[in-house]
């Protein structure tokens, strides 16, 4: 299916190579389907307050454990879903922490069927103006780039945890590129939608999408647990971000686990929630 979506395109981009860019900016932001949530996963979310927020005219669920102070907010990745961080729910919970989280638009609970990086900022900025601002993010994924995006955007925290992170949206845009066979022609075309749609008028757009595009706007820490074997994001996306942080940031590269086995091994899940919310060092190593 994507070799044929690809050809498709590909020879759309010849004849009408605006309308082959908004057939592939529609998929591009399109989610694979939506993520399920297992029985155990159900369950804690049932427990959570459950609220919701508007982002672009589509309604938002958003959860909440606990009522204490400054949050620890979890930002889930590409097709995922809030409840993708039980795990991590848990373990903030037994320490008496706060935690927020939310379902992007066209993701788990929420509505509509597309989302993109600005709704993620812009649901991120209303929950800090509910909740207050942040002890630290936890994120996955394209989770993470949204993350940066956002603190670079009026969201402020201590800390970030990035599991499996994306430091750069072109390499988005070249992963997806190269799965559906897509050629020169089509790819300038959707970036050109990407910039109309989700970023009309908004010069320099490209640079500000990067989570390494400048450091010093932020002032967090930055722990970068990311497996040596994930299958999505390279390790070379968290070493340039770890680079980029300098020695404000410790990447810790596991083995095995993948993109999203990552999310549910105690050993991540202990360490990641130490520095998100005792912590003052940045490990060397996953206890």
């Known amino acids: 299916m994507a070799s044929l979506l690809g050809a498709a395109l590909g020879a759309g981009s010849y004849v009408a190579p605006a309308l082959t860019g908004r057939a592939a900016f529609h998929l591009f932001v399109r989610p694979a389907g939506r993520s399920t949530a297992r029985p155990d996963e159900a369950a804690l979310m049932r427990e959570a307050v459950v ?14 454990w606990g009522t204490g102070g400054r949050p620890v907010l979890l930002v889930h990745g590409w097709s995922s879903r809030a409840a993708k961080f039980a795990g991590f729910v848990r373990a903030l919970r037994e320490g008496g922490h ?46 993470v780039l949204a993350t940066f995006f956002a603190l670079r955007g009026g969201v402020r925290a201590d800390r970030v945890v990035a599991l499996g992170g994306v430091a750069d949206f072109d390499y988005l845009l070249e ?45 967090v820490r930055v722990l970068l647990l990311h497996d040596a074997d994930d ?17 404000r940031a410790r990447l810790v590269e596991t083995r095995g686990l993948g993109h999203r086995r990552i999310l549910h091994d105690p050993r991540v899940i202990a360490s990641a929630v130490e520095f998100a919310v005792t912590d003052e060092s940045l490990p060397s190593a996953v206890a």
């Open 98 to 143: 706060t935690v927020v989280a939310f379902d992007a638009p066209g993701h788990g609970a929420s509505a509509g069927r597309a989302a993109n990086i600005r709704q993620m900022r812009d649901a991120i900025r209303q929950l800090q103006e509910q909740n207050g601002e942040f002890t630290a993010v936890v994120a996955h994924s394209f989770g």
């Open 231 to 247: 299958e999505v994001a390279a390790p070379a996306q968290a070493r340039a971000i770890a680079a980029a942080y300098g020695d």
């Open 175 to 219: 992963q997806f590129s190269a799965r559906l066979g897509l050629g020169t022609r089509v790819q300038r075309a959707l970036r050109a939608h990407v910039e109309e749609k989700i970023f009309p008028g908004e010069p320099g757009i490209w640079d500000r999408l990067a989570a390494t595009h400048r450091p010093d706007e932020t002032g």
């Open 51 to 64: 609220g919701q927020i508007e982002v672009d005219g589509h309604p938002v669920t958003t959860y909440r």
